[in-house]
């Protein structure tokens, strides 16, 4: 692909070879909106733009940081994000909020909860009655929910690749960890649309980071399967994940890279933000001890103090992963109290003991949930800043088994690049080379509804079912369409989580609620009586699990299904009934229904389920669209699934905004048909006696949502509109701040010209004291009443100095100037004089300008040179202090109209063509015309190299022995130096030496 790089920045050499990598992956179709990624990590976020032009690249943040603190400072009047809030965390700790993530999605009674509050007791958390959930109460006036906060992250991040892109961009990939579960993936949505983003896709950071390893090593996957696993620390949580990468056929593309997630462990809790709190516990008891007896209160009750340890227990913990020891230093900690303490890296260990314990947890997990083994992993590559921390890297080799630990990607950006080619993958503006992704559901869902059954004649019972929707470790993105087929009036079902188990007690309760929703169906009933003759297909749930991991019921459907004549008549009746309602082509494949002799549900599988590994009887019989992509990165050909997907197609379909099937299209439009193949020929039609004739009506539903309710959408609406107030408030106070910046900058700034000499030079001493005074008395305003005054105010003082000082700036910007000026209108005159005289000396017959021409040109050069001494012998008269009649912009507009003029006819000459020259019987040239004059002839002669002539009066410079450019060539300035000296106009100051070409003045 061709690519430009617009702009410069400092970036690694590393990074430029892997660009160079990609710019063959990635192709801009269009010069249209850039893409960006956010890697949202509990501490920071890595954000990463494409653009045409600008493939991949980590953006650089204000302090051209490649991270940025995930922190926020909220004021009463002001907001400031990452690396400013950080530094304000001292100051302020109870409105700087951080870690935040960790309350999304959870109600007040979840252990999240209160380890947070444990954590940060600085913080006041409100509590929302409607939703159970939390927010931060900052002030009596001030209250965000975590979502709101995190939105403004959101935003913040954006204005970043804004920034960076140097173009509005709305369309983002936002990485989420593969642990969060529903309710946590749709907070993040919320807040991404309180921010006005267009969510591509939330991507767990595991599979991004995946994506990233496999982009750049695409070379080396092939048919043989390769298993990898990575082991991301983070601050906030750990997660391992076993991949596989191999090449997959495709439909559309051919053989292509494949990635599959196989296994997920993770540990919610385990991370360098846990070791920090541990070393500050530590600190902080050292504190206290040093100032023993000294009756002060312990260090633990003073927030700032507290936030002033924490950091220090960073940059401690940080120090201690390269050195064996080292001193942990604050000045002023608690009451103007130094404190300083030498940590070493085995105390630090003794105190993160219990975790470095449970580094191969998450290891474990994974392997259990790919159903793998330790031999099986080709390598274990470390991902997230924490894996820095030698005893995690010593503890995990250990439980890994392997000669070494893989550190051959960037550990803190792969996730943010994986996510942005992904962007990439699903922008319409570039063209990505594929890469399949198969991630996998890390909660199993399921469908459970309750039916009285009679078991015997006249006992009646209710019998509980489950069914297993999207299985554990099974790939979505997914569809699945689920049939009740014993059911004729409206029945409710329930979604909910499958067996949780892998989570232990803990987990669990972090976890939050396992139920997801109930549906209500209203209007099953109905569509029987609308229907009383056909046979009942069974109503069918779509499911839709989205390449976001989040589950949406797509639609619920009554179908009935009955044999009709196929003749045309009835056919057109048919169609017309149709229309009316909506309906359905099944699948040709479609087996009539098939009872489920145990109970009253009957899932149907309606599409290809090639290659499923679902236990049969569970899944089997559920249908999956087959609708999943092919050479994209979004879902994937099911070679060895553990369920199925067909590859092909759920790319297009989503960018074509359609999310349903090919084979359902025509029902869209209402059209009624047979099922399965596609219409028959006439022929064929008259043999058929009779065809099925299916029927779709569209059922009622009411979702009872039991995790965690959405914000509701006035509210949603209401805090976008609160977070926009909010920018615009913090924009027009950053305009305001620029704006006093700017007058006290020019104040300052032209108290000290008034001492220069060049100042001094065009100024009397009244004047310079005229300003200093009235720059001064600004100065005060300022400092007394600068601090209320509007930015109009502000604005305005500053016009007005500038208004004072103008006479004085311009009479030293105007001296500063004229120099050049003067030098380039006297090298104009030069070479314009040089060229009318070569033109002048062009034979009659072969002239190409016209005698007027000649003079107009003769004429400007000489007003111009009689401008030019007049105003300048002017100026010389004048006092410098006052306002010069030398002005550089007349000097400007003299030297454009002459230039005008000679390009005209320099362009004249360029065009001309030469002459046809008669020839007589001898075959010599043709007489002169007729007006041609006897001295007019002599002068056709062009005069060899150094002979001057001097024949018009107009002041020119004289050509110098030796010089041949206007006589030898009249129109071909472009040769030897001209170097003149006109001895009419002595100030005119020595031609400069320059070789001109032919068309340059
Ligand atoms: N050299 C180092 N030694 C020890 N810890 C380090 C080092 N460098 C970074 N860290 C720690 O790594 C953590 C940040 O890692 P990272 O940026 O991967 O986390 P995150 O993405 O913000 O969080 P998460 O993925 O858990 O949500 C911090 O706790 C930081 O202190
Ligand atoms: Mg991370």
């Known amino acids: 692909m061709v690519a430009t790089v617009r702009r410069q920045r400092p970036r690694r050499l590393a990074c430029w070879a892997l660009m160079t990598v990609l710019l063959a992956d990635l192709l801009a179709l269009s010069d249209t909106l850039a893409v960006m990624s956010v890697d949202l990590g509990s501490e920071s976020m890595k954000v990463a733009i494409v653009k045409p032009g600008v493939p991949m690249e980590i953006v650089l943040n204000k302090e051209s940081r490649r991270k940025t603190p995930v922190t926020v400072t909220l004021k009463e009047n002001e907001r400031f994000f990452g690396d400013s809030a950080a530094s304000m965390a001292i100051k302020n700790p109870k409105a700087t909020l951080r870690y935040f993530q960790h309350l999304l999605g959870k109600q007040e009674n ?63 990939v936002i990485t989420v960890p593969a642990f969060f579960n529903q309710a946590e993936r749709r907070a993040v949505l919320q807040a991404a649309r309180m921010a006005g983003l267009k969510v591509l896709q939330l991507i767990n950071d595991n599979t991004a980071t995946a994506l990233s390893y496999g982009v750049f090593r695409r070379k080396d996957i092939n048919s043989t399967a390769q298993n990898i696993m990575f082991y991301d620390m983070g601050s906030g949580s750990t997660v391992c994940t076993i991949v596989t990468y191999q090449t997959v056929k495709t439909k559309d593309a051919g053989m292509q890279p494949q990635l599959q997630i196989r296994g997920v462990g993770f540990d919610r809790t385990l991370g360098g933000l846990e070791m920090e709190l541990r070393l500050r516990e530590h600190l902080a008891g050292l504190f206290n001890e040093q100032r023993r007896g000294q009756r002060a209160k312990d260090v633990r009750e003073n927030p700032r103090a507290m936030a002033k340890l924490l950091r220090e227990a960073n940059r401690l913990k940080t120090v201690l992963s390269a050195n064996a020891d080292h001193v942990a230093q604050i000045e002023g900690l608690m009451d103007d109290v130094d404190f300083k303490a030498k940590v070493t890296r085995a105390e630090f260990e003794e105190l993160c003991a219990d975790l470095f314990e449970r580094v191969p947890g998450p290891v474990q997990q994974a392997l259990q949930s790919a159903e793998m083994k330790l031999d099986e992993i080709e390598q274990v590559i470390l991902v997230g800043g924490a894996t820095r921390v030698p005893k995690v890297q010593e503890v995990l080799l250990k439980a890994v088994g392997k000669e070494e630990l893989g550190k051959n990607i960037n550990a803190d950006e792969a996730a943010a690049m994986g996510a942005v080619y992904q962007a990439a993958a699903l922008s319409k503006a570039f063209k990505v080379k594929p890469f399949v992704v198969r991630d996998a559901v890390i909660y199993p869902i399921l469908v459970e509804f309750t039916r009285e059954v009679e078991e015997e004649t006249g006992v009646r019972s209710l019998k509980h079912n489950k069914r297993i929707l999207f299985s554990r470790m099974g790939p979505y993105p997914q569809r699945k369409v689920i049939t009740f087929n014993r059911y004729s009036h409206d029945f409710n079902f329930h979604i909910n989580y499958g067996d949780l188990g892998f989570l232990g007690p803990e987990d669990l309760r972090v976890f939050g609620s396992q139920n997801l929703t109930t549906v209500k169906l209203k209007g099953v009933g109905e569509s029987f009586k609308k229907y009383p003759d056909y046979e009942s297909k069974g109503i069918k749930a779509h499911f839709n699990l989205d390449e976001s991991g989040v589950l949406s019921l797509d639609r619920v459907e009554s179908v009935f299904e009955t044999l009709v004549e196929d003749s045309p008549e009835e056919e057109s009746t048919l169609t017309k009934l149709g229309n009316t309602i909506s309906s359905l082509f099944g699948g040709g494949s479609t087996p009539d229904t098939k009872e489920n002799g145990t109970d009253t549900v009957q899932e149907e599988e309606e599409g290809p389920a090639e290659g499923s590994k679902d236990e049969p009887g569970e899944q089997a019989e559920l249908k999956e669209e087959a609708e999943a992509p092919t050479e994209d990165t979004s879902s994937p050909p099911p070679p060895e699934a553990k ?38 020929p006439e022929e064929e039609k008259k043999q058929k006696p009779a065809r099925k004739q299916r029927m779709v009506e569209e059922i009622g539903v009411e979702l009872v949502v039991l995790d965690l309710p959405d914000l509701p959408e006035d509210q949603l609406a209401r805090s976008a509109q609160k977070l926009q107030d909010l920018t615009l408030r913090d924009l027009q106070k950053q305009e305001r701040e620029k704006a006093a910046n700017s007058l006290e900058a020019f104040i300052f700034e032209t108290q000290d010209k008034l001492y220069q000499p060049e100042y001094q030079e065009v100024s009397t001493e009244e004047q310079r004291e005229d300003i200093s005074g009235k720059l001064s008395a600004a100065s005060t305003w300022l400092e007394d009443e600068g601090f209320g005054a509007t930015t109009a105010m502000l604005k305005e003082k500053l016009a007005e100095l500038r208004k004072l000082c103008h006479g004085l700036f311009f009479r030293v910007e105007e001296r500063k100037k004229w120099p050049e000026r003067l030098s380039a209108l006297d090298n104009l005159l030069n070479h314009s004089s040089m060229f009318l005289k070569g033109a002048r000396l062009i034979p009659e017959m072969d002239q190409i300008f016209t005698e007027v021409e000649m003079t107009t040109l003769e004429k400007i050069i000489n007003e111009t040179w009689a401008w030019k001494n007049t105003t300048v012998a002017e100026q010389a008269k004048l006092p410098a202090t006052e306002k010069p009649v030398l002005l550089s912009k007349d000097i400007e507009a003299k030297m454009a109209a002459l230039d005008r003029e000679v390009q005209y006819l320099l362009n004249k000459a360029k065009f001309a063509k030469p002459r046809p020259r008669p020839r007589d019987k001898n075959g010599t040239r043709a007489e002169a015309p007729l007006n041609a004059s006897a001295s007019d002839q002599s002068e056709k002669v062009i005069p060899p190299p150094g002979q001057t002539e001097d024949t018009k009066p107009i002041p020119e410079p004289e050509k110098e022995a030796g010089s041949e450019a206007a006589d030898s060539e009249p129109l071909e300035l472009g040769g030897p130096t001209a170097e003149s000296e006109p001895k009419e106009h002595p100030e005119q100051p020595t031609g400069q030496k320059r070789t001109l070409k032919n068309d340059e003045l």
């Not at 992250?153 to 954006?158: A, H, K, Q």
């Not at 349903?660 to 596609?678: H, L």
């Open 643 to 680: 369920g199925t997907a067909a590859p092909e197609g759920e790319k297009a379909a989503e960018k074509d905004g359609g999310d349903k099937p090919e084979a359902q299209k025509p029902s869209e439009k209402g059209e009624a048909g047979s099922e399965g193949a596609p219409p028959a």
């Open 110 to 172: 979840n252990p999240h909860v209160a380890l947070y509050k444990a954590r940060f007791p600085e913080h006041e958390l409100g509590f929302d009655p409607q939703r159970q959930t939390v927010y931060f109460q900052i002030s009596p006036q001030l209250q965000f929910s975590p979502e709101e906060i995190l939105s403004m992250l959101l935003n913040y991040s954006r204005s970043l690749a804004e920034d960076f892109a140097e173009q509005p961009i709305k369309d983002a």
